[in-house]
């Protein structure tokens, strides 16, 4: 039989350790909600996929992540998909526990040591693998041991209470039959159970809350974080001051103030939602902000049609002119060959030439609106010296509609012709093609660049304007994505476009 002893101390480290895992799941559940662990933004708990970032993204994303939606294929292949996505949580989740455990064997007191611990694998992951979610990274520490802290209010309080009655019922002269050292285990595994169940309900309202992976400013990241700083700082202070040591023996804080047993856990409550409000305001801000954009965007996407139209409009006329005015050319032309002067005709012909030049159809795409607008590119590239080639076409039995496909145009070739303009020129170039495969439809636009003449910051604002918010929302639109990559001084940005069949559209 184990003694007395040995029992206590198995069920101690029993509660502990699974304390511990719990609060690691907890913690990259938390994690997750605020930062992308998974390829295809699986939650942990919910099991629900979206896009990694939403079509009206806020903020700046680095070029080489910029992606929208991911395609799992058939059922089977999604069920294999999300299993293999899950391995990076679960491999954070059991290194977490694993290295928490040890600690707690060698050095009993967390603090700061599960601090440094939890800071040191998460910071270090997303400095290797998701640079851009640091920010948001930093946020979840903080939250999470915020919210532990505030755990500890409840907790403490409730087992105060606890265990006044549970040592006054065993007391001598009750005839309580209860072993105080069953009791003492009991009490372990009462308290760390709802030590984790309180955890688990304070993180709960924020995975339900946070529907969709936000990119988070510095500023922002201030902002959400005062209460949560607030709450860290108060609990560090009242778990110096819980227990005085005096000569005459300790004497504990709530014995002293039994009011602070109800005050505590009212002020951690207050702290609690003051922060849950926080980030609900913070996430409703910036929904509101993308509707705008998206509204804004639509506004610049029918503005974009309708200078199409024009752009067509206008091509045509000058076509119509130009035929118009062919007779009157060829009569001249007649007249100054029977009088001899060969060098005014070669003067009147190269003039006419400009004019046949202005209204030259050098791509053919297979559609008149996207005609117009490669062939306006062209003229502006050769304007400008950027070589430019074509190899764009355009079929109308993939389903997607020309106007939409018009502005993708558009608004790719715009940047890279900007981008190709103020380059060296050895790299002014612009090259745009489709490649038609059995399902979808890639459009692959790629342009010199010149990176001495751009900061970081500035790249980025170039790459992230209304115009690619309207080519992103065209490619969520038809369950497609867009992704930009840089190699070198060479950007390249993929529109995929999945076909529709004849009654989708």
Known sequence: MLSADVKVNLLYAASQITGIICRA?????????????????IRIGTFRTEPLIKPSFAGNIPLKTLQYKNDC??????????????????????????????????????????????????????????REYIKET???????????????????????????????????????NISPI??????????????CLVLFGEILPFIKSIQQYEKMSFTELCYLSVMNIAGIILTRIM?????????????????????????????????????????????????????????????VERES???????????????????????????????LAEQGLILDMKQYISEIDDTIQSVEMRYFTGNPVTD?????KYRKAKEKGILFSSVFSFDESW????????????????????????????SKYVSIKTVDKENVVLIVCENGFDKSTHTERDADDFWHGIGLKNVADIAERYDGTMRITEDGEIFKITVMLKKRCPSDT
């Not at 069953?182 to 030590?195: C, D």
Request: aromatic fraction near 16%; proline fraction near 2%.
């Open 25 to 41: 799941f907890f913690f990259v559940m938390i994690w997750n909600t605020f930062v992308p662990l998974c390829s295809d933004s």
């Open 73 to 130: 294929g058939n059922n089977a292949n999604s069920l294999k998909a999300r299993f293999n996505n899950l391995n990076t949580p679960i491999k954070l989740f059991i290194l977490i526990s694993f290295i928490e455990i040890a600690r707690w064997f060698m050095n009993e007191d967390g603090w700061p040591f599960e601090i440094i611990i939890l800071s040191g694998i998460s910071l270090s992951f997303m400095f290797v693998y998701k």
């Open 138 to 176: 930093i946020f979840t520490l903080v939250l999470y041991l915020n919210l532990r802290y505030l755990s500890w209010f409840f907790v403490n309080s409730f087992m105060n209470e606890l265990i006044k009655r549970v040592m006054t019922s065993a007391g001598p002269g009750r005839g309580s």
């Open 182 to 195: 069953s009791t003492i285990g009991v009490l372990f595994f009462v308290a760390e159970a709802l030590y």
């Open 239 to 299: 778990l110096g001051i819980a227990v005085f040591k005096t000569t005459e023996g300790d004497i504990v804080l709530l014995d002293m103030y039994p009011y602070l047993v109800y005050l505590l856990p009212a002020i951690a409550l207050f702290l609690y939602l003051g922060e849950l409000c926080a980030v609900i305001i913070w996430k409703k801000y910036n929904q509101y902000r993308q509707k705008s954009e998206m509204v804004f965007a639509g506004n």
């Open 305 to 335: 049609i309708q200078r199409r139209l024009e752009d067509t409009e206008r091509y045509y006329e000058q076509v119509r002119k130009a035929r118009h005015e062919m007779a009157n050319h060829l009569t001249t032309i007649r007249g």
């Open 372 to 376: 117009v607008v490669i062939n306006d």
């Open 399 to 426: 389903g997607i509609a020309v106007y939409d496909l018009s502005i993708v145009l558009s608004n790719i070739l715009d940047n890279a012709l900007k981008a190709a303009e103020e380059s060296a020129d050895d």
